[in-house]
């Protein structure tokens, strides 16, 4: 069974900064790699599968990078709205596995 | 529009059991496989199970969590997938998504069904 560990579990960024986000694998996903946005009450929304390709309709201040086992969601310049909780999870192996999510906070 | 509407969901005693469904729209359901994932209350998501598409077989994938307890099924003529869960534990309750899978890929979520277990 993968295990997808995040970090870190809270990221302090003021609005129009970059924000980096990690997540690991603990064995190869190749690049079957996906990241979800969270907000509260609400459901997971897509943003990056592939580990690198955006959803439709994410916009471009949202991207990933990565294989194997360590992969990045890169955040440009954060906007209001991209305040939530962000999870990694790998398609590559049964069990489906996600991170445990990083929380992305206004400093 | 891709649409997906679970339903079902309430508050159950341990041990009893509970359906829920996934009402879809806006695409044709027998062409894509479908999953259940939760999210138990102020915790991170976990994956429940899968159905493959009629055309992959229509096979099934479970967490070992649920593996036993839980069915996943389809019914592509009316663009519904189901989630029969029998022996309600208490660590069941959550909040219960169903996804349209493109590929292997959870590109549409439901906005999820609150299943509470409880004595």
């Known amino acids: 069974e993968i295990v997808m560990t995040q970090s870190p579990a809270t990221l302090s960024v003021s609005p129009g900064e970059r924000a980096t986000l990690s997540c690991r694998a603990s064995q190869s996903v190749s690049g079957n790699l996906a990241w979800y946005q969270q907000k509260p009450g609400q459901a997971p929304r897509l943003l990056i599968y592939?580990?690198?390709t955006r959803a439709t309709g994410i916009p471009a201040r949202f991207s990933g990078s990565g294989s194997g086992t360590e992969f990045t969601l890169t955040i440009s310049s954060l906007q209001s709205e991209d305040f939530a909780v962000y999870y990694c999870q790998q398609y590559n192996n049964w069990p489906r596995a996600f991170g445990q999510g990083t929380k992305v906070e206004i400093k | 529009e891709v649409q997906l509407v679970e339903s079902g969901g309430g508050l159950v005693q341990p041990g009893r059991s509970l359906r829920l469904s996934c009402t879809t729209s806006?695409?044709?359901?027998?062409?894509?496989?479908m999953s259940w994932f939760r999210q138990a209350p102020g915790k991170g998501l976990e994956w429940v199970g899968f159905?493959?598409?009629?055309?992959?077989?229509?096979?099934?994938e479970y967490a070992a969590s649920v593996q036993g307890r839980f069915t996943i099924s389809r019914d592509d003529s009316k663009s519904i997938a189901y989630l029969q869960m029998n022996s309600l534990k208490t660590e069941d309750t959550a909040v219960y998504y169903c996804t349209r899978d493109t590929g292997w890929i959870p590109d549409h979520w439901g906005q999820g069904t609150l299943v509470t277990v409880s004595s």
């Open positions: 592939g580990a690198s």
């Open positions: 159905i493959r598409s009629k055309a992959f077989g229509g096979t099934t």
């Open positions: 806006g695409f044709t359901f027998g062409d894509y496989a």
